[in-house]
């Protein structure tokens, strides 16, 4: 990707087991930026808390979220997809005053088929007890908001040329 003002910074937001690494690797890929997982810049006691079932709060979320746009802000130049739940609207706030090219992809399904993935994959830390805390904590994004409502009924092919259609059209 031609490094401009205008490349995409991806935010590819949900609740965990949404699709959120699987989708945004194979954005990113599309895309030729870099990716990254939010996941992995989460303190050792945030992982504890998630692992043992309980919900962060936005204390815990705040110097997670700080990194996370200092990492949007470093691929400024060249464009850059990163993960993360994003769950309010306060959190893609702070996110996107790092750019106006922030663009949110709001990977969405049926609590039925996220808490199926959820249970079926293995290592992550994120037990399926914790869906329905991230459901309720989810605001949808707001028309004010830069970013697309995608899918994720469909395959993992289908719900990244959704992302990268809406990506594109920005």
Known sequence: MAQDEDAPLVVVMGVSGSGKTTVGMSLAQSLDV?????DDFHPPGNVAKMRDGIALNDKDRGPWLDVIAEWLLEQRPR???????ALKRRY???LASTSPSVFFVHLHGSAELIAERMAARRGHFMPVSL???QLDTLEPLAADEQGALVPISGTVEET???ALAAVRQR
């Open 34 to 38: 870099p990716f990254a997982e939010a």
């Open 79 to 85: 464009g850059g997809v990163i993960t993360c739940s």
């Open 160 to 162: 990244t040329r959704l």
């Open 131 to 133: 869906l329905q805390s």
């Open 92 to 94: 893609r706030d702070r």
